[in-house]
T-cell receptor
Framework: DAGVIQSPRHEVTEMGQEVTLRCKPISGHDYLFWYRQTMMRGLELLIYFNNNVPIDDSGMPEDRFSAKMPNASFSTLKIQPSEPRDSAVYFC????????????FGPGTRLTVL | AQSVTQLDSHVSVSEGTPVLLRCNYSSSYSPSLFWYVQHPNKGLQLLLKYTSAATLVKGINGFEAEFKKSETSFHLTKPSAHMSDAAEYFCVVSDGGGSYIPTFGRGTSLIVHP
């Protein structure tokens, strides 16, 4: 298996633009997580899915953020409109069954909003 | 409720000397505990995990950690540091209290001097 795949690896955009981050989890994993990492706040859980269903989105910072998982092999995190404070590294991770299982992280997307 | 505290934000060692990264946790249930490593510009990778089996857990690259319930600690150690160990290390707790969603510590940056 190729592991968790994220695209793009780097994204530079201007304030106000829509940004879409993509994730392909490991096949057979039931859980998918979206994290944001910044120097100031560390690693933050934004939202997680179980069997394609969003379970907890309490970490999503604002209504500007939305996430979907239309099928077991694809998820998106969208920011509309983007702001400079959204600049961060966004990670997607998948896990076989429950949260006590190992999480497998993607390489991350480095987002810069100018 | 669960929480995790990494007691040092930075640890600096010389190559060939022992490594100790400290982690204390709080959990209302029997926890699962993890250490993840993040090398620069990479995603997180599992080093080792404790899930109620042996209290001394061995991981990759010569790292190990000991679960001490009486001290609520899960410190990470390595007998001899290598330059390639320089990275960010995250302690993670998941206590299964409802959601099984892990909580990440703020991270400890390990610096290895030649």
């Amino acid at each position: 298996d190729a592991g968790v795949i994220q695209s793009p690896r780097h994204e530079v955009t201007e304030m106000g633009q829509e940004v879409t981050l993509r994730c392909k989890p490991i096949s057979g994993h039931d859980y998918l997580f979206w994290y944001r990492q910044t120097m100031m706040r560390g690693l933050e859980l934004l939202i997680y899915f179980n069997n394609n269903v969003p379970i907890d989105d309490s970490g999503m910072p604002e209504d500007r953020f939305s996430a979907k998982m239309p099928n077991a092999s694809f998820s998106t995190l969208k920011i509309q409109p983007s702001e400079p404070r959204d600049s961060a590294v966004y990670f997607c991770a998948s896990s076989p069954q429950t949260g006590i299982d190992t999480q497998y992280f993607g390489p991350g997307t480095r987002l810069t909003v100018l | 409720a669960q929480s995790v505290t990494q007691l040092d934000s930075h640890v600096s060692v010389s190559e060939g000397t022992p490594v100790l990264l400290r982690c204390n946790y709080s959990s209302s249930y029997s926890p699962s505990l993890f250490w993840y490593v993040q090398h620069p510009n990479k995603g997180l990778q599992l080093l080792l995990k404790y899930t109620s089996a042996a209290t001394l857990v061995k991981g990759i690259n010569g790292f190990e950690a000991e679960f001490k319930k009486s001290e609520t600690s899960f410190h990470l150690t390595k007998p001899s540091a290598h330059m390639s160990d320089a990275a960010e290390y995250f302690c993670v707790v998941s206590d299964g209290g409802g959601s099984y969603i892990p909580t990440f510590g703020r991270g400890t940056s390990l610096i290895v001097h030649p």
